[in-house]
């Protein structure tokens, strides 16, 4: 379970709220940081890390603007990211914040010989399938020239709200892990462990060294969001350990304040809570699960259950269509199920709930007879 000897590809997502200090970047950790991964990587391991702290390093410079509360405010208290509200001015602080955050990393690693590489990501890039090639073969590029790439979603250009296109760093480090095939992410926060209940509202909570499926019980024990600082919170890492449970790697949610704590967990000490994968898909069924659904297709019960034993899907089947999308785009088939359509939503609309047969009558002779084929229809199985 904590036999961590052949993990050779590691991701480490690093939260706000360790890694600043006072409004700006806590030097002396990066340091720490710097040197718990050069450790693995003369091991031979491969290692991404996936930063947060752009925004608060940001607004540590602009102390004083209008809108923007004086540093100085502790992490966990209000202040900070919390205070800029406004759209706009948390992507400033975004784009004054990244090559800050960008140059200590830079200086710590230097210090051991290892070069960084700077990755900034929107979702767009990973939902659309040639982008999100591009990017992994970028990665594995790096990675083979023995680079550390840094990962952070692109704030200061995101058409969505900061924090609204992967959700928070949780999830996109769990994206990235699935997509570059790791063996295991680390996730260093303040957050030690997941507990029973909430440890902050009750003294008798206990920690949970092991989570082998995301039940009920435990989405309950995860609370509230996190710290005014990041977006992220217990939720937001359940999120992510359902995105590694799919695609086959371990998660360690650990304190990542604890001396030399990325050795101590590859050495198998039981830190923090280590979430264990349900099954392992292939790269391009977990990218389908993990993109963004531009539609829905309605479909009944016979045709879900087709699906789910490993069958087209056939426009006999269809019930109705939500949104507008084109043939090739990744949309839900009801709640269960993702896939990636042959057919546009206009053509679904003309065909549906009719047989096969009558598609390229229909539609003309190139067109497929069915709306998806199995190898691109994945069961959302949590």
């Known amino acids: 379970m904590r036999d961590f000897s052949k993990a050779k590809r590691i991701v480490v997502k690093i939260g706000t709220n360790i890694l600043t ?55 966990g208290q209000s202040g900070l990211v919390g205070r800029v509200k406004d759209i706009k001015m948390r992507q400033a602080c975004a784009a004054i914040g990244q090559p800050l955050l960008m140059a200590e990393y830079r200086k710590s690693f230097a210090r051991y010989g290892v070069t960084v590489a700077q990755v900034l990501l929107t979702a767009e890039v990973l939902n659309n399938r040639r982008t999100y090639l591009n990017l992994r073969n970028s990665i594995e590029t790096l990675l083979k020239l023995s680079v550390v790439p840094i990962l952070n979603e692109n704030d200061s250009v995101s058409t969505d709200e900061i924090g609204s296109a992967f959700g928070d760093n949780d999830r996109l480090s769990a994206l990235v892990a ?21 440890p902050r509202k009750f003294a008798d909570a206990r920690p949970i060294h ?69 099954r392992k898909l292939s790269n391009r069924s977990r990218w389908i699960l993990n993109s963004n659904p531009a539609g829905t297709i309605f479909i009944d019960e016979g045709a879900m259950r087709a699906v789910k034993n490993h069958k087209s899907l056939l426009p006999s089947g269809v019930i109705s269509i939500k949104g507008t999308f084109e043939a090739g785009a990744v949309v839900m088939l009801n709640d269960n199920a993702k896939a990636v359509t ?22 003309g002779p190139t067109h497929r007879d069915v709306v998806a084929i199995p190898e691109d229809i994945v069961i959302i199985d949590y």
């Not at 009719?354 to 009558?361: A, F, M, T």
């Open 342 to 363: 042959s057919l546009s939503s206009s053509q679904l609309k003309v065909l549906a709930g009719k047989h096969s047969r009558e598609i390229k009558k229909l539609l």
């Open 21 to 75: 200090k006072n409004g700006g970047v806590d030097a002396a950790y990066v340091r720490r940081i710097a040197r718990q991964i050069n450790s693995l990587l003369k091991t031979g391991r491969q290692v991404v890390i996936i930063s947060s702290g752009a925004i608060g390093m940001g607004r540590g410079q602009l102390s004083g603007y209008q809108g923007i509360r004086p540093s100085g405010t502790r992490e």
């Open 178 to 198: 699935s997509k570059i095939d790791a063996d295991l992410l680390i996730m260093l926060s303040d957050i030690d462990a997941l507990y029973d209940k909430n």
């Open 210 to 278: 092991a989570v082998f499926e995301i039940t009920a019980d435990i989405i309950r024990s995860a609370g509230d969001r996190g710290s005014k600082h990041g977006t992220g919170g217990m939720k937001t890492k359940i999120e992510a350990a359902k995105i590694a449970s799919n695609a086959g790697y371990r998660i360690v949610l650990a304190d990542g304040r604890l001396k030399n704590v990325i050795g101590r967990i590859i050495a198998g000490e039981e830190i923090g809570t280590v979430f264990m994968p349900k």
